[in-house]
């Protein structure tokens, strides 16, 4: 697995802290590519259970180099805080490498987002209020601060004072809040760079010299395809490019340094915040798939909205990121259910829809086309490889594979580690 892209093929939280760990233990580097700590994933680690959601996976084994690149946004309390609980833990994340070229997330972004969301009401896009949208908005216009300005001071004051002549008014006169103060966030943010400095490299030469090595490198990405800024379901996305592509120009290679797109799927689908989902279930088998797969969210716990598996979106994911293998997690939620169904076309105003649609007119108007498939309800958290599963559930995986267009190469039962099985 030399050079592999983990790719979210759905609306986030499929599971790819998941994979990405399992993958992990062979890796020598892992690196994110973009988002900041609007995701997250669940480490175990002994009999301890713990939310990261800046750093990378992996970084619970040494020998894995740990890479937050130049495509993520970094707010430096919440890297330093998980930093600490690693610590505490017994997890050394000296080894953590950060690129200079990473935005940082300034105290006013995180105001700034909860305030537009605030004022967005029913129209709100129903983000993590981490202050990603507005710190990537300063990135593309010019006014960002990145991880290398925390170590010039007077640079670092210079820019914060830049960026709060703009920020200030629209604090105070569009929102009615109270400013933002450059005295205290320098103080507050010269003192992180002071901790984050060992820890700045330049990430995309590493990874180079790791990938011309013939090192094992991850590329983690965090969401999923269709909360991509270019790809997703815009407006109600994120404000960067989780697909395939984001990982080249968040950490700084070329195409032809991948050798592999593992996109992750949940065998259903869920999806928290607003926006279009044509397979959403508001009856009693949504609420099951909320209740047996858990679907609160990591970093926000919130109630994760649910539905059947669509195939429709789940090939776009595979055409629009490259996925060269899947990962079906989850499997065993659909155990419950005596008939499965996957969404295999939409219609919309009059029109029927094979190809994910394009525009969001469409989209909100889609009612799915589903095909049923019988279900094997039994358990099967025990199984460990695809010979044993049911005959209902292998002709399912093999169904999925077809409508996607990508083999499964991975397939996850279980909340347990050991309940990840890969396709021998
Ligand atoms: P933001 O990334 O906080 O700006 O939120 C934009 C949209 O992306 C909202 O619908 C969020 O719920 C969603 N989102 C952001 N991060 C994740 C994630 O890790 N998993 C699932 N949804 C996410």
Redesign the pocket.
Known sequence: MPATIVV?AQ???EGKGKIANLLAREADVVVRYQ?GN???HTVVIGNETFALSLMPSGVIYPEVIPVIGNGCVVDPAVLLAEMDALRQRGIDPSHLRLSGNAHLIMPYHRTL?ALRERYLGSQR??????G??PAYQDKYSRLGIRVQDLFDPKIFRDKVEVALKEKNRILTKVFNHLPASADEIVEEYLAYGARLLPHVTDTSLLVWQAIRAGKNVIFEG???VL?DIDHGTYP????SNPVAGGALTGVGVGPRDIDRVLGIAKAYVS?????PFPTELHDEVGEQMIQIGGEY????G?RRRCGWLDAVALHYAVRVSGITELALMKLDVLSAFPTLRIAVGYLSLGERYDEFPRQQRVLYNCAPIYEDLPGWHTDITEVRRLQDLPREARAYLERVEELAGAPVSIVSVGPERSATFLRQ
């Open positions: 979210g609306w986030g939280d988002g609007n995701a997250g987002d896009i129903g983000t993590t209020k981490r990603i949208g965090a969401q999923g909360l109600f996305v994120t404000s999806r928290v915040g607003s926006g969210g990591t970093v926000t919130r």
